[in-house]
Each structure stands twice: as structure tokens, then as C-alpha cells.
């Protein structure tokens, strides 16, 4: 397609684990194409090392651990995040599509004497152990330094502005600095990809549940890990998510009673979300942008909402939340992915049937992202699917055991319960491993099983045959050796 234009400096943020992590020249995290497994173990090998110090707050550890880069495919730190597709894809997409450049690499040889290329393609990689508000900070100091650079590069440029691509995580460091550093006198758009602007549960029973896996002759406890970063704290809901007989409480009502939580982690993490939403809606009080945030929603996939505490003090999963089925995008729940000053019914949110973990990769997604950053009139893509399907898929598995597949079809749709729903599966090269047409189960309800699968992570697409193979819900699974 023909590049459109962009004179503004667009930067990706991505989401937690989407950076590379090195410490003195050595990566230690930063799986590449068809390498996850072996990144995990290479991680685990030094998860002790990279584990926090108590107390340390919105700072650096002096650890040595810098960031290099984005991840460039399939990543996950089981019980920190599940997969999650990387940035490559998304930032090619990006320079083919519009008028944008990354810096060239540097030390090249074969280019000596060859003028610098003006950028105006950001990929900020920042340390997602740490707390959003540095990360923040370093975000503010990045976008200073290359705006700055791109509006001496001629003069029609002298006003431009930032476009954020966040996803999950991502948009929360961006929002604090939009919201509570002044980046909003210089941002035109936030666009936030599946990000918990009002937490995910998923994040709670982390903390509270940890996390042990096992790799064939390498297993790490990742529990003692994950509870010392500041930033997964960052993630519990901000909404009151935990059943009690008096009711839904917040977690930090409970911290006491949640095991393995750090009460202070936990109620910074709410105060952290309280100055978010306080300064967005001072600022729409006093004339900004009331849509400078542009969210992309997850709906109709099986999402936790809720929990309950169980005898042995671990939280039980619940897709409900006063008895009603929220959806949202596997992970984050549909209502906690709207920033504060956006109404639920408010035009400017785009629904997606995608996948969290797969979100940036989702045509549809793809076609809102060009729409917003495009300015010609967006060719929208006309009616959505006749049946849109949820898929629920375990995010970890054990090599041996089958996996199975869960896809249910949206009741309202007729002839939602007579569909033939495809499933099939891929693998980190984005070879076709198996494909199949899942059992009907009554109702709307779809299910099959693969065997046969080997250490690895996966894509698991499905999608109703009549309807166009492009708006398949991708579900991403990471198989593992031994106990996972």
C-alpha cells in the first residue's frame, strides 16, 4: 500500500517483558525468533540476580541490567505474563505503511560518510522490572531528546508532536508521563493496545499464587522473583475485583490477608492509578483533549474478573464480576481497559475481538491503527464477522499432555450453535503444525484437543469456515518440559 504521511515522532512503548534485557553486554532476556523456551531457560539462570531489592521504590537498583532493545517475537516470563507476540511485526507494518524511519544501526561500516536519516520512529525499551513512574521518566527524557532532533530537520516540522503505539503495560508508563510529567503539551495521540488502565486480575494471582516451572534439567521458582517487582503490582486491579461475604473488596483492603503481596507494593500501586486518573481528569476539566487516548478494547473472549480467596489462601480465577460476564481480551477485562476520562459508550473506542497476547498483530486492530494515524479518510472494513468467536486456550501447557480448545460463538448471532469452526495451530516460525475442525458442542460452544506437541509456544487460531480466515481470534500458549 501507498506510504501515507507522518510528520510527527512516533514512538512504541511496549508492554512488561516486551524489552531485551542485558547486564554488561550480555542479554539476559531477549528471546529470539524460535527461541523461547531456550530464553527461558537462559532467564531462569539468572532470575536471582535480577530479582529487587525491599524498598526500593521508583528507582534503578544499580544491577547493571539495562535495556537494548525491543523483543523482537513470541515472549513470556511465566507467572509475570503469559505470551505475548513481539514488536517486529508491528514496527515493520509501521515503516511500510507511513512515511516513518528508525535509526540505522550503528557502527556500520559499508556506510561511512552517509548523512544521518532524519527518524521519526521511536522503539522505547526500558527495564519492566522497575516502577512505571521511572520508566516514565526515562520515557520523558527519550521522547525530549528525539523530538527535539525531528523538528530541526526542516521547518514544516517545527511543530510536531508525539504519537504514542502502546501496548498493555506500555500505556500506563506513557499515560504518567502524558498525565503527571507535561507530556500532554507535546502528545496529538495515545492509542493503548489491551493496557489494564484499571488493572488485571491476572496479575493479582500471580503475586498471590507464584509460580514454579520446570525445564527439563532447569526449574526455577519464579514467585520470589515476581513479587519483588514493583511494576506487577502496578498491574493489580484498581477496582475492587476480591469476593468476601461482605462483598467485592479491593485487594489493598485485603493485603494482609493476601499471601505473598507486599502491602506497600500494593497500596503504591493503587496511589499510582489514583494520580493517573486524577490528573486526566483535572486536565479534561481544564480544557485538554478529553480523547487524547485513544483505547483499542478486547471484547467476547473468556476474561477473569474476579476472584475469591480459597482455604489455602491462593485466589480462584472468576470470569464474572457481579454476576455479569464483562468479557474483554483474555486478560484484561473489557471495562478496565478504558482510561478514566473515557465513557464506556464514547464513540472514539475501538472494540476488538483479538486476543490480548495477540492484539498488535489483529487485522482489525491493524485497520484502527491506520485509521487514526492516517490523514486520508480510513477505508473501514464494513460489517464485523457474521459469528466473532472467543477462544480460551491455557497459556501454559506440559509436553505430552494435549492441548485443548475452547472457541464459543456470540448467541446472538443466528445459527451461532450450527457453525464448523476451524482450529488451527502454528508454531514460532509461523509454520502450520496441525489444523482441525472442532467438535460442536451445543450452544455456541466448539472444543478439540492437539497431541503430539513438543516444547515450545504456540498460535492457536480459530475461525467459522464460511467466514474470512482474516478475522480468526489468535490465542498464544507457551508448552514447556516437564511440570509447567
Given at each position: 500500500m501507498?506510504?501515507q504521511p507522518?510528520?510527527?515522532l512516533?514512538?512504541?512503548?511496549?508492554?512488561i517483558?516486551?524489552?531485551?534485557?542485558?547486564?554488561?553486554?550480555k542479554?539476559?532476556?531477549?528471546?529470539?525468533?524460535?527461541?523461547?523456551?531456550?530464553?527461558?531457560a537462559?532467564f531462569?539462570?539468572?532470575v536471582?540476580a535480577l530479582?529487587?531489592?525491599?524498598?526500593?521504590?521508583?528507582?534503578?537498583?544499580?544491577?547493571?541490567?539495562?535495556?537494548?532493545?525491543?523483543?523482537p517475537?513470541l515472549?513470556?516470563?511465566?507467572?509475570?505474563?503469559?505470551v505475548?507476540?513481539?514488536?517486529?511485526?508491528?514496527?515493520?507494518?509501521?515503516?511500510?505503511?507511513?512515511?516513518?524511519?528508525?535509526?540505522?544501526?550503528?557502527?556500520?561500516p559499508?556506510r561511512?560518510?552517509?548523512?544521518?536519516?532524519?527518524?521519526?520512529?521511536?522503539e522505547?525499551?526500558?527495564?519492566?522490572?522497575?516502577s512505571?513512574?521511572?520508566?516514565?521518566?526515562?520515557?520523558?527524557t527519550r521522547?525530549d531528546?528525539?523530538?527535539?532532533?525531528?523538528?530541526a530537520?526542516a521547518?514544516?516540522r517545527?511543530g510536531a508532536?508525539v504519537?504514542?503505539?502502546?501496548?498493555?503495560?506500555?500505556?500506563?508508563?506513557?499515560?504518567?508521563?502524558?498525565?503527571?510529567?507535561?507530556?500532554?503539551?507535546?502528545?496529538?495521540q495515545?492509542?493503548?493496545?489491551?493496557?489494564p488502565?484499571?488493572?488485571?486480575?491476572?496479575?493479582?494471582?500471580s503475586?498471590?499464587n507464584?509460580?514454579?516451572?520446570?525445564?527439563?534439567?532447569?526449574?526455577?521458582?519464579l514467585?520470589?522473583?515476581?513479587?519483588?517487582?514493583?511494576?506487577?503490582h502496578q498491574?493489580?486491579p484498581?477496582?475492587?475485583?476480591?469476593?468476601?461475604?461482605?462483598g467485592?473488596?479491593?485487594?489493598?483492603?485485603?493485603?494482609?490477608?493476601?499471601?505473598?503481596?507486599d502491602?506497600?507494593?500494593l497500596?503504591?500501586?493503587?496511589?499510582?492509578?489514583?494520580?493517573?486518573?486524577?490528573a486526566?481528569?483535572?486536565?479534561v476539566?481544564?480544557?485538554?483533549?478529553?480523547?487524547l487516548?485513544?483505547?483499542?478494547?478486547?471484547v467476547?473472549?473468556p476474561?477473569p474478573t474476579?476472584?475469591?480467596v480459597?482455604?489455602?489462601g491462593?485466589?480462584?480465577?472468576?470470569?464474572t464480576i457481579?454476576?455479569v460476564?464483562?468479557?474483554?481480551?483474555?486478560?484484561?477485562p473489557?471495562?478496565?481497559?478504558?482510561?478514566?476520562?473515557?465513557?464506556l459508550?464514547?464513540?472514539?473506542v475501538?472494540?476488538?475481538?483479538?486476543?490480548h497476547?495477540?492484539?498488535?498483530?489483529?487485522?482489525?486492530?491493524?485497520?484502527?491503527?491506520?485509521?487514526?494515524l492516517s490523514?486520508?479518510?480510513?477505508?473501514?472494513?464494513?460489517?464485523?464477522?457474521a459469528?466473532?468467536?472467543?477462544?480460551r486456550?491455557?497459556?501454559?501447557?506440559?509436553?505430552?499432555?494435549p492441548?485443548?480448545?475452547?472457541?464459543?460463538?456470540?448467541?446472538e448471532?443466528?445459527?451461532?450453535?450450527?457453525l464448523?469452526?476451524?482450529?488451527?495451530?502454528?508454531?514460532e516460525?509461523?509454520?502450520?503444525?496441525a489444523?482441525?475442525?472442532?467438535?460442536n458442542?451445543g450452544?455456541?460452544?466448539y472444543?478439540?484437543?492437539?497431541?503430539?506437541?513438543?516444547?515450545?509456544?504456540?498460535?492457536?487460531?480459530?475461525?467459522?469456515t464460511?467466514?474470512?480466515?482474516?478475522?480468526?481470534?489468535t490465542?498464544l500458549t507457551?508448552v514447556l518440559?516437564?511440570?509447567?
Open positions: 501507498r506510504q507522518i510528520e510527527d512516533v514512538v512504541v512503548v511496549p508492554g517483558t516486551g524489552s531485551r534485557l542485558a547486564v554488561d553486554g542479554e539476559v532476556w531477549g528471546p529470539s525468533p524460535g527461541a523461547l523456551v531456550r530464553g527461558i537462559s531462569l539462570g539468572s536471582k530479582r529487587l531489592p525491599a524498598d526500593l521504590g521508583d528507582d534503578h537498583p544499580g544491577d547493571g541490567v539495562v535495556p537494548t532493545g525491543l523483543v517475537s515472549h513470556a516470563v511465566p507467572g509475570v505474563r503469559p505475548v507476540d513481539g514488536y517486529s511485526d508491528l514496527v515493520g507494518w509501521l515503516e511500510r505503511g507511513f512515511t516513518l524511519r528508525r535509526a540505522l544501526p550503528t557502527g556500520r559499508d561511512p560518510g552517509v548523512p544521518e536519516v532524519p527518524v521519526n520512529l521511536v522505547f525499551a526500558y527495564d519492566w522490572r522497575l512505571c513512574r521511572y520508566n516514565a521518566r526515562l520515557l520523558a521522547v531528546e528525539a523530538l527535539g532532533r525531528w523538528r530537520t521547518p514544516q517545527a508532536k504519537r504514542l503505539i502502546c501496548h498493555s503495560m506500555g500505556g500506563l508508563v506513557a499515560r504518567y508521563w502524558v498525565e503527571r510529567l507535561g507530556g500532554a503539551e507535546v502528545t496529538r495515545l492509542i493503548t493496545l489491551g493496557t488502565h484499571r488493572g488485571s486480575i491476572g496479575a493479582l494471582e503475586l498471590v507464584g509460580h514454579r516451572i520446570g525445564l527439563g534439567p532447569v526449574a526455577a521458582d514467585t520470589a522473583f515476581s513479587r519483588s517487582l514493583p511494576s506487577l498491574l493489580t484498581d477496582y475492587a475485583c476480591v469476593e468476601t461475604p461482605d467485592l473488596r479491593h485487594p489493598r483492603e485485603l493485603a494482609t490477608a493476601l499471601d505473598g503481596v502491602p506497600r507494593l497500596a503504591d500501586a493503587g496511589c499510582f492509578h489514583a494520580e493517573i486518573r486524577q486526566a481528569l483535572r486536565r476539566r481544564q480544557g485538554g483533549a478529553e480523547r487516548c485513544l483505547p483499542v478494547v478486547g467476547r473472549q476474561t474476579t476472584a475469591a480459597t482455604g489455602d491462593r485466589l480462584r480465577l472468576i470470569e457481579g454476576g460476564d464483562e468479557g474483554g481480551d483474555g486478560r484484561v473489557r471495562f478496565a481497559a478504558y482510561p478514566a476520562e473515557i465513557a459508550d464514547d464513540p472514539v475501538r472494540a476488538s475481538f483479538a486476543n497476547g495477540a492484539i498488535k498483530g489483529h487485522a482489525g486492530v491493524r485497520e484502527d491503527l491506520y485509521g487514526w490523514p486520508t479518510p480510513a477505508v473501514y472494513r464494513g460489517a464485523l464477522p459469528h466473532p468467536l472467543g477462544v486456550v491455557a497459556e501454559y501447557g506440559a509436553a505430552g499432555e492441548l485443548r480448545v475452547e472457541a464459543a460463538a456470540g448467541a448471532g443466528e445459527g451461532a450453535d450450527t464448523a469452526v476451524r482450529a488451527t495451530v502454528r508454531d516460525h509461523g509454520g502450520t503444525v489444523s482441525r475442525t472442532l467438535r458442542a450452544g455456541g460452544r472444543e478439540g484437543a492437539f497431541a503430539g506437541l513438543g516444547p515450545g509456544a504456540y498460535a492457536v487460531s480459530v475461525h467459522a464460511l467466514d474470512n480466515a482474516d478475522t480468526a481470534v490465542a507457551l518440559e516437564g511440570d509447567a
